[in-house]
């Protein structure tokens, strides 16, 4: 976070942040697209693992340092809103901008993975096993995410076409392109939180909420950013994959690995567990649809994150008080 004499720089930082986020994303989704057509690969399959991880490296470094320091508030806050955020914030204005064609391997294989790690989330946490036995929980998503990888790694073999051209010089022109990208994407979200955070400590609002919120939002600009573009150039596997690998990383990568140094306390946060939840259970019927999120559900998802946002600011206390 930024020192009281630095302060005064939030709201340029926020500026440059946005600036690296938006060319970074830029060379990223044609870095991605570029490589795999030159490798005979799906642009999915490169999205879910590689965009996927890259866009989610912001959300490692906050959540697992914030674990490593003792701050599980924001650790788990930081995820569960990011997630929430991926589906109905990135999604939402990315088939505002364009409709997303869903491709029918993301039926088959990447929503039900996806739903999969959302529910395994609920269960472990109703089982405590990130809280009180939080080593085995993190051990165990830790070895779901490696049989994840690889079963990735499989199907990206699998679709490989072997009698492919593959032109060694751009290839490495564009990885490199990629990795450049992933760098000023990462750094960007890094300026947009910190002078996210900043602002936000001086309103004095709860760490809990601040990581569902602002953090998990700025944590959420990578993928945002990168899912509009795509959408914007028509590339709808790489907009929808990029959410849903993202997703997949930060349920079983990130809290796996923060789980190994504190219990998350997601017992005491079922509530926003289970709104997580349902949002993924909405998502299936609207990429089953059509095979297509269309404007008008875009608008849906969006107009379900502004209540999200109402409900950790103000609905959840209001509600309790009812109660």
């Known amino acids: 976070m930024f020192s009281m004499d630095l302060q005064i720089l939030a709201i340029p930082a ?32 490169i999205s879910v693992l590689f965009v996927g991880f890259g866009t989610s490296s912001p959300e490692f470094a906050i ?95 699998k679709e490989r076409d072997n009698n492919h051209k593959i032109e060694t010089g751009k290839t490495a022109r564009n990885i490199f392109f990629i990795m450049l990208g992933i760098i000023l994407v990462i750094g960007g979200a890094w300026l947009l939180i910190e002078s996210a955070t900043t602002l936000a400590a001086l309103l004095k609002i709860s760490p809990f909420v601040i990581a569902l919120s602002m953090v998990a939002i700025g944590t959420s600009l990578p993928e945002l950013v990168v899912s509009v573009v795509a959408a914007f150039k028509g590339k709808a596997d790489i907009a929808i994959g ?21 219990p998350l306390g997601a017992i005491g946060s ?30 849906i998802l969006l107009v379900l994150y502004s209540i999200y946002i109402w409900y950790i600011f103000a609905g959840q206390e209001i509600i309790l008080n009812m109660l």
């Open 14 to 45: 926020f500026i440059l942040g946005v600036v690296l986020l938006w060319k970074g994303s830029d060379m990223l989704v044609d870095g991605v697209s570029k490589t795999a057509a030159q490798l005979g690969i799906s642009t999915l399959i």
């Open 63 to 157: 959540s697992v340092g914030a674990a490593v320091e003792k701050h599980s508030a924001i650790s788990l806050g930081n995820i569960i809103g990011s997630c929430v955020a991926n589906l109905l914030l990135v999604l939402g204005i990315s088939s505002l901008i364009r409709p997303i064609k869903v491709q029918g391997g993301i039926i088959k294989r990447e929503m039900p993975i996806l739903l999969a790690a959302t529910t395994i989330l609920i269960v472990f946490s109703a089982l405590s096993l990130l809280d009180r036995y939080h080593l085995i929980g993190g051990i165990l998503f830790l070895i779901f995410f490696l049989l994840f990888v690889l079963f990735f790694v499989h199907c990206a073999k």
């Open 242 to 262: 990029n959410v849903l690998g993202s997703n997949v990383f930060n349920i079983l990568l990130i809290l796996g690995f923060a789980a190994l140094f504190i």
């Open 270 to 299: 079922m509530d926003n567990l289970l709104i997580l939840l349902a949002v993924t259970l909405i998502m299936a019927p609207i990429c089953y649809s059509k095979h297509t999120i269309s404007r008008i559900e875009g608008l």
